[in-house]
């Protein structure tokens, strides 16, 4: 049996590299994403800060115009105070004592005073 020989003009060459397109990982890409994912979060954060700023703002104006309602609540209660520390006194000792100078009106302070004071 006659053993088999290679054609005449031998034979074609061994294809051992791929036949593909070139895909994958790119550096370029990943670092343009990287950077659109960054962009995004500063313009997220920034639009966050200045809306805090504003709701910090609006905040402070609200208790500005709040002061005068809160003042004249707290004059009433001084008053209602005042008035029945006054009803108060006149059925206990039948009449008031002035204990100012003046009639002018001066607005109670509560202050702590310790037990007992060292000299």
Known sequence: MPQDMPPVGGYDAVQFKRNLPAKG???????????????YGWYKLT?????QNEYAREKMWSRIHLIPALQAEEDRDL??????DQAREKALLGENIKVYNS???VRPTFAVTPAETTK
């Open 79 to 84: 008053v209602r105070r005042y008035l029945a």
């Open 47 to 51: 639009v966050g800060i200045r809306e």
């Open 25 to 39: 990982f790119k550096p370029a890409t990943l670092l343009v994403g990287c950077g659109v994912v960054m962009l």
């Open 103 to 105: 009639d002018r009106y």
